[in-house]
């Protein structure tokens, strides 16, 4: 027998967010497609969830395969991302304010935040501590390189990779069966190099003999 999990309300509640306000709408005709994700949590009408209200992004997060770990998807965490521009300010003397040089923007800083839970369609394990779940996300942690990641708030900020820079693993007094996570992470870029050529010298050696 299945059970449900609501993973979004469960990262709510851990991470100390204000429960979300729903307000009721017109019925919609029934659409073909699956109405509930793995947990039989009711999908909400975007997949991915909305930020409305400046509430926290509710996404779906992938953490692509590469060499020393295997593809994590992430259900439902919170996702808080920002940036700063990095800004050289000069004081002149009997000039109001300041001269601001732009230099470039600098790193986006992304926070995901969520809950693990074990698969509830295998069989007994179901409603057992995620054991395989906390692992395979521990190895993506211990990568010692920038990580590729897609989702939909990534895609439209251009964010590819990302260099996971801390982590915690944070309790949740009275469940057995899950675990919370947080990743402090900064997007990376990788570095483009250009070479020019070089001026012929205009001579050339001959074999000594």
């Not at 306000?21 to 999908?43: A, F, V």
């Not at 300010?89 to 790193?107: A, L, W």
């Not at 993506?140 to 990641?149: D, G, L, M, Y």
């Not at 251009?158 to 469940?175: C, D, E, M, Q, T």
Request: with cysteine.
């Amino acid at each position: 027998m299945q059970y449900n999990i609501n993973l979004r309300a469960l990262a709510a509640e851990a991470f100390g967010y204000a429960p979300l306000i729903r307000y009721e709408l017109p019925e919609e005709p029934e659409k073909e497609g699956p109405s509930t994700e793995l947990y039989g949590t009711p999908l909400p009408p975007d997949f991915e969830g909305t930020g409305l209200l400046g509430l926290p992004v509710f996404a779906r997060v992938e953490f692509l395969a590469a060499a020393g770990w295997a593809q994590v998807v992430l259900n439902d965490p919170i996702v808080e991302i920002s940036r700063d521009k990095l800004i050289v300010t000069t004081e002149i003397q009997g000039r109001d304010g300041s001269v601001k040089e732009f230099i470039s923007n600098g790193d986006y800083a992304v926070t995901i935040k969520g809950v693990l839970a074990s698969d509830p369609t295998d069989g007994r394990y179901a409603r057992r501590y995620p054991t395989r779940e906390v692992q395979a996300l521990q190895a993506v942690i211990n990568a010692k390189e920038a990580i590729p990641v897609t989702g939909r708030l990534f895609k439209l900020l251009g964010i590819r990779n990302l260099v996971i820079k801390g982590h915690s693993w944070p309790a949740l007094p009275g469940f057995t069966n899950l675990q919370a996570y947080e990743l402090r992470c900064l997007s990376d870029e990788p570095i483009e190099l250009q070479t020019a050529s070089l001026p012929a010298l205009g001579f050339a050696f001959s074999p000594t003999t």
